[in-house]
C-alpha cells in the first residue's frame, strides 16, 4: 500500500491546463507481496481534471494557474491474503544475533489505513491495480468471494482486472464483479465474444474528488495474455 500526491495546475475559468511538477511517495507498506510498482499501478492509471470547455488546452505554469492536488492511496497484489502474515528476520544489533517475527499485512490494517486517510485527505482517491485474488486457502475455498467482501467495506473508487483474476475462468470473474461495490475497469481487453464478461469491464470511470471530475482510466497489464488464460473466456487483451 502506498501514499501518492500529485499536482496539477488549472487555467482559471477555461479549458484545464496540465503540470506535473513533482510527483512522490510517502506513507507506509501495510500489504505484503507487493511485486507491482506502486506508481505503474498496472492499472496504467491517467488522472485528467475534466473542464466544461473539453480536453484541449496548453499548458500552465504553477504562476499562472492555481494548483490542484490529488491524494493517490493505491494498492495492488493483495492476492486474498485476508489475515496478516508473519515473517521471521535475523538481526545482529552488536550483542549477538537474535531472531524476530514481523506481522504484516491484514485486510484490517489496510481499511484501517485507508479510512484514515480518506477521512483526513479530502482530495483523496483510492485505487486497487489488479490480482484481488488467488494466493491463500481464501480464495480456494471462495473463490474471491471472501477478498471482494473485505474490499467492500472501504471500496476502492476503481480497481483494474489483474491477470490472476482471469485464471479460473469467466464465470468466476463474472461473480467477482458482479459481487464488488466497486467498478472494476479493463479498457483494452476485448470480452466482446464472452458471455460472462460482455459489457463488464468499463474502460474508464469519472469520479467527484474534492468538487473536481477525475477521469480515471484502466489497463490490464499486456502480460496477461500469456501469465494467465483470458482465452479460455473469448477474452483478448
Avoid at 30 to 49: P, Q
Amino acid at each position: 500500500f502506498k501514499m501518492s500526491r500529485i499536482a496539477v495546475g488549472r487555467a482559471g475559468d477555461g479549458p484545464p491546463g496540465f503540470i506535473w511538477p513533482s510527483i512522490h511517495f510517502s506513507g507506509e507498506n501495510v500489504m505484503n507481496g507487493l511485486s507491482k510498482t506502486s506508481l505503474g499501478l498496472v492499472i496504467a492509471i491517467f488522472l485528467v481534471w475534466l473542464g466544461g470547455c473539453g480536453l484541449t488546452g496548453s499548458l500552465t505554469s504553477p504562476e499562472k494557474a492555481g494548483v490542484q492536488t490529488l491524494t493517490i492511496l493505491h494498492v495492488n497484489d493483495t492476492h486474498s491474503h485476508l489475515e496478516e502474515s508473519r515473517y521471521g528476520v535475523s538481526v545482529d544489533l552488536g550483542e549477538g544475533r537474535n531472531d524476530y517475527y514481523l506481522f504484516l499485512g491484514s485486510y484490517a490494517r489496510l481499511t484501517a489505513k485507508v479510512r484514515d486517510l480518506m477521512d483526513s485527505q479530502n482530495d483523496a482517491v483510492f485505487l486497487h491495480a489488479g490480482d484481488l485474488v488467488q494466493g491463500t486457502l481464501y480464495y480456494n475455498k471462495y473463490h474471491g468471494a471472501a477478498g471482494v467482501r473485505m474490499m467492500n467495506l472501504t471500496p476502492p473508487h476503481a480497481m483494474v482486472v489483474g491477470n490472476h483474476e482471469f485464471d479460473t475462468g469467466p464465470e468466476r470473474l463474472f461473480n467477482i464483479i458482479n459481487q464488488a461495490r466497486f467498478p472494476v475497469l479493463g479498457g483494452n481487453v476485448d470480452a466482446s465474444a464472452d458471455p460472462f464478461l460482455t459489457d463488464l469491464l468499463p474502460p474508464y470511470v469519472i469520479e467527484e474528488i474534492n468538487g473536481e471530475r477525475v477521469g480515471i482510466i484502466g489497463l490490464a497489464t499486456p502480460d496477461t495474455a500469456s501469465n494467465s488464460q483470458p482465452e479460455i473466456g473469448r477474452a483478448h487483451v
